[in-house]
């Protein structure tokens, strides 16, 4: 996990100062009296005035800063916003609840429209209930997020004169008013991931109830509830969690596009806002979090195989 974030950390530090276009630039844009002096001191001030690997040894902590101190990642500090001149790591505390609850409701919707509908496809193999549920799942596939959120927020208006809400209510405040705020974009990203792990619950239930073992269970008398979520269904979810885990990078993008149409200050909507000012501290700061996440998801997926399957070990 640590070698992937630490790599991770090195093509975004280095990307971002590739990209078009100068924060100094930006700044001394504002100033119409600003002089050559100016811009040495501005790029001073925002340490961008030493070359790009002791930039990185600094905003990593294993190189010292001006007045001699290690002050970086591994010592708990992201840095600081070059244009707020905030701590990037209060800006990520104040916006990662909102993309974390969006992003948590979209994966349970998205498991509870997919394993039952998968399942009961799978129960039903070629009939007209399969071919309504596979219909459903390649459509889920097909249309794009931020197609389907554009309409939800387009159409409803027009007609009825009806918006979402665009302020945020904390959960802990009111319950009720936060899942209204976030069910509508949950359902628009649990869509788009549930039609891929719907087809992999069909397909891997299809193969597990092929097998002897299940055979054997049906031959003993066991009830279907039991042969199918005792024996058919544990074995069926490892592929399945595997998709699962495999979604949580796109579940991370998804909600960059979502939150700027469903106005949503979370993760998405500050990184955006980071990028297009040049902002680097918090873009790299940012992207970090979120690779960490990405990389902690896997592992979760891994150490869930152990649960799953007693025939997975890990020494």
């Not at 459903?136 to 794009?144: E, K, R, S």
């Not at 054997?216 to 885990?245: S, Y």
Request: aromatic letters at 10%; glycine letters at 8%.
């Amino acid at each position: 996990m640590l070698p992937t974030v630490l790599l991770v950390s090195i093509i975004v530090f280095v990307m971002m100062r590739l990209v078009p276009g100068d924060v100094v630039d930006a700044m001394i844009g504002q100033w119409e009296w600003a002089t050559g002096e100016d811009r040495s001191a501005l790029e001073h001030a925002l340490g961008l005035d030493v070359p790009i690997y002791t930039q990185y040894g600094r905003w990593l902590g294993v190189v010292p800063q001006d007045d001699g101190r290690f002050n970086g990642v591994f010592q708990g500090n992201l840095g600081i916003s070059l244009w707020k001149q905030a701590p990037v790591i209060d800006e990520i505390v104040a916006r990662i609840p909102i993309t974390f609850e969006l992003g948590i409701l979209a994966i349970v919707i998205a498991q509870l429209i997919a394993l039952p509908i998968g399942l009961f496809s799978a129960l039903r193999q070629d009939a007209w209930p399969d071919y309504i549920a596979r219909s459903f799942a390649i459509l889920c596939i097909a249309i794009p997020g931020f197609w389907l959120g554009t309409m939800i927020i387009v159409f409803p208006s027009i007609w009825w004169g009806w918006s979402p809400p665009i302020s945020i209510t904390p959960f802990i405040e009111n319950p009720i008013v936060n899942l209204k705020i976030f069910i509508l974009p949950a359902i628009v990203l649990g869509m788009s991931m549930s039609g891929m792990t719907m087809r992999m619950t069909r397909t891997m239930m299809l193969e597990v109830l092929r097998q002897d073992y299940i055979r054997t269970a049906w031959a003993k008398g066991l009830r279907e509830r039991v042969t199918i979520v005792r024996h058919a269904l544990k074995n069926a979810l490892i592929p399945v969690i595997t998709i699962i885990g495999l979604q949580v990078p796109v579940l991370v993008g998804g909600t960059v596009i979502i939150e700027q149409i469903f106005v949503l200050p979370g993760m998405g909507s500050l990184m955006v806002t980071a990028a297009l000012n040049r902002d680097y501290t918090i873009v790299s700061g940012g992207l970090v979090v979120l690779s960490f996440v990405i990389v902690l998801s896997n592992l979760l997926v891994d150490i869930t195989y152990g649960f799953l399957d007693p025939r997975v070990h890990y020494k």
